[in-house]
């Protein structure tokens, strides 16, 4: 039996927007019907472009948003229901940049230890203790504990951030961007430690990622989101080795290869990205998509199941895709 620790179901929000002068306020919905769940020990990776509602979701998923509509489950019960504190203690963010989510004005131990504070550790006196123990888990020397993040280099302070997120031991671990900010060289030192903290720490991950080298590289699972939706959802391996939504194949066509004779890859995308406040009709991806048919302006597409996940794609709808594909 699989053993989920985040759910979300057909989760909306929609922010009201101004539409300009005298013109009052449009609905903009970041995140329009989401479904998913993540079992214990998996990595997530939420891709898609900027944009698409993955910093939208990851923010509902961590309760500091609350969905418009629709529910979000941690281990079953609605978040909505748990206390903040508690909250806290079970999900934790990595932002993605080093530079600008940890205080300047305070120490490293005192930022690594900031959760033992807020959320109520009883025994102050252990505070430096831990503190140190988690440095050395992320890699970080202790002597470092008096320093301020202005004296770290990058990769210093992102496992200052890592180590203050997994101080009071969470059960789930938002990682937004956790690398980008980073040079190249730095980047897989990062993800290798997430990867080892992963399993010593029975953590689970959600991933939000541009980089699809990462995501190969860390996830277990991934969901392609277009404009509020989760188009496509597989497993790593199946998503990287056959795409079946056209967008997901449109991103994996776009990565760049070391070959300066290849040129840039030509994804067929254009490069006009449509308007959420006023999304195209049927599947919004239809303006776009290589393989659009004459229904997909009208019909808006279903989760087809696909090897055990899914695509929203009318090409694999019986009644909607195949039957009435032109040739």
């Given at each position: 039996m699989s053993d989920i620790v985040i759910s979300a179901k057909d989760v909306t929000r929609t922010?009201?927007?101004?539409?300009?002068?005298?013109r009052g306020k449009k609905p903009l919905h970041a995140v329009n019907g989401i479904s998913l769940e993540v079992e214990r020990g998996d990595v997530l990776a939420l891709v898609g472009e900027s944009g698409c509602g993955k910093t939208t979701l990851?923010?509902?998923?961590?309760?500091?948003?609350?969905?418009?509509?629709?529910?979000?489950?941690?281990?079953g019960e609605p978040v909505s229901d748990i206390d903040r504190l508690k909250l806290a203690g079970l999900v934790q963010p990595i932002f993605q940049d080093p530079y600008s989510s940890l205080n300047p004005r305070k120490s490293i131990g005192s930022i690594i230890t900031l959760p033992l504070r807020v959320q109520g550790d009883p025994n102050p006196e252990t505070w430096r203790r831990r503190g140190?123990?988690?440095?050395?888990?992320?890699?970080?020397?202790?002597?470092?504990?008096?320093?301020?993040?202005n004296q770290l280099s990058g990769g210093q302070r992102q496992r200052v951030a890592i180590a203050r997120a997994l101080i009071n031991n969470p059960e789930v671990v938002i990682c937004d961007e956790p690398t980008s900010a980073l040079d190249v060289s730095v980047q897989s030192q990062i993800l290798n430690l997430l990867q080892d903290l992963r399993k010593e720490l029975n953590l689970t991950y959600i991933v939000i990622s541009h980089n699809l080298a990462v995501v190969e590289h860390i996830a277990t699972k991934v969901a392609v989101m277009y404009l509020g939706r989760i188009v496509e959802q597989k497993d790593v391996e199946s998503l990287f080795a056959a795409p079946e939504h056209p967008y997901t194949r449109a991103l994996l066509d776009s990565v760049l290869t070391p070959?300066?004779?290849?040129?840039?890859?030509?994804?067929?995308?254009?490069?006009a990205y449509p308007n959420p406040v006023n999304p195209p009709s049927g599947c919004t991806f239809h303006p776009r998509c290589a393989k659009v048919m004459d229904h997909c302006s009208a019909v808006a597409p279903k989760a087809i199941p696909r090897d055990g996940d899914f695509a929203e794609c009318h090409l694999y709808d019986e009644n909607e895709g195949k039957g009435r594909q032109a040739s």
């Open positions: 922010f009201m927007i101004s539409a300009g002068a005298f990851a923010k509902m998923l961590l309760g500091l948003l609350p969905p418009s509509q629709g529910t979000i489950k941690f281990g140190e123990e988690m440095m050395e888990m992320v890699g970080l020397p202790a002597r470092l504990f008096n320093n301020f993040p070959d300066p004779s290849m040129g840039v890859p030509d994804t067929q995308l254009g490069a």
